[in-house]
């Protein structure tokens, strides 16, 4: 052969073996660095879009303690912190059914951090193919709230329509008996007149209330001064703050008018400004002020009253419910008359607000839509 030929064919089969050899070396290379594949247990098809849709809390969590998936109430709710269960009981459930593949549920109570009452949840944990375990948990809070409100409601108007009706009784007998002494009857027709009015404005605002408690939007509104309301609302209360000395005050803007129903807007208007005198110190003052923007007019009673602790700000709305228990019987309140005002609010697409410091007094704000 040839030694041209031979060189030729001597350096191709050298680059071939070259090349073999370099790709051999990044194959290895590549082959060592490559980091190893970690096999993750899957979810079964279609729970993954499921838990996205719940309205309620879902955790699927595999053998190893480990939160595969989770809905994001079951975040918003504070169950799961990274891939771990929060709940040390709701752990507890998990683990007893893995064990025995028996579906359990338990009602328990979540502490929340800041001094912020706890919520009562309601969870169901059920094993979830072979490895992993489904638990659903329902918020009941708002439940349990409502249900407690309800009971209250009803001891609260049997409570309030018997001692009026059995305080009337007695002071009936107590004249009758009295018949020969002129300023007994007197004194005792007097105090018979005083709760009949208190047992009369209790079943007014108990109507009233079943009016407003379903929170439905006005049909017809009309147009409604905000001057008149609040010169009515004035009035009304202006023998019970003279004899206690308080000043009560209307200021803000002028000619401003609400759309809405009058007399529930009176009413609401009305009970802010019977409960700051009922509730101010004697010799101080109730301002009864209007502002407005395009759309909102935004009604404000301040006083310089008891004020309201911290901690019981987001119940004064609720039906009964009295910052100062000691003091109703004295001021005639039934703890109605917030609840009425937050009612009132809601069928006028309004608001009622309230900012408060205990010893320094309130100040009640309701916001209307405003008549354009």
Do not use: C
């Amino acid at each position: 052969m040839d030694p041209t030929v031979q060189a030729f064919l001597a350096a191709i089969v050298g680059a071939i073996v070259a090349g073999v050899t370099v790709l051999a070396w990044h194959l290895s290379d590549k082959q060592q660095n490559r980091r190893p594949e970690v096999v993750e247990p899957a979810v079964p098809p279609g729970v993954a879009t499921v838990l996205s849709v719940l309205r309620s809390s879902a955790v699927v969590v595999d053998e190893n303690e480990s939160v595969l998936k989770a809905s994001a109430p079951a975040y918003a709710l504070g169950l799961v912190r990274g891939n771990e269960l929060v709940a040390d009981e709701l752990a507890d459930l998990v683990r007893a059914v893995r064990r025995d593949g028996q579906i359990r549920e338990i009602e328990m109570q979540m502490s929340r951090p800041g001094g912020t009452p706890d919520r009562h949840v309601t969870a169901r944990v059920a094993p979830l193919g072979s490895r992993m375990v489904l638990a659903l948990v329902e918020d009941r809070t708002r439940e349990r709230r409502v249900e407690a409100v309800r009971r209250d409601f009803v001891a609260n108007v049997s409570h309030e329509l018997k001692t009026p009706v059995g305080a009337i009784r007695l002071l009936a007998e107590a004249v009758s008996d009295a018949a020969d002494d002129p300023e007994a009857v007197k004194r005792f027709a007097g105090r018979m007149n005083h709760e009949s009015e208190r047992l009369g404005t209790l079943v007014q605002q108990i109507i009233e209330l079943s009016r407003l408690q379903g929170d439905e939007p006005l049909e017809t509104p009309s147009r409604v001064s905000v001057d008149e309301v609040v010169a009515t609302a004035i009035d009304t209360s202006a023998i019970d703050a003279a004899a206690r000395r308080i000043n009560l005050v209307a200021g803000g803007e002028e000619g401003l008018e609400v759309l809405g129903n009058a007399d529930q807007v009176a009413v609401a208007v009305g009970n802010l400004v019977a409960n700051a005198v009922a509730y101010s110190r004697e010799g101080s003052s109730v301002l009864v002020s209007a502002r407005a923007d395009e759309d909102t007019v935004d009604l404000s009673i301040t006083d310089q009253g008891i004020g309201i602790p911290a901690g019981e700000i987001d119940r004064i709305f609720e039906r009964f419910y009295r910052v100062d228990p000691a003091r109703h019987r004295s001021t005639g309140g039934t703890g109605l008359g917030l609840s009425i005002v937050k009612h009132v609010a809601a069928t006028h697409g309004g608001d009622v607000r309230v900012w408060s410091v205990e010893g320094q007094g309130s100040t009640f704000t309701l916001t209307l839509p405003r008549a354009s």
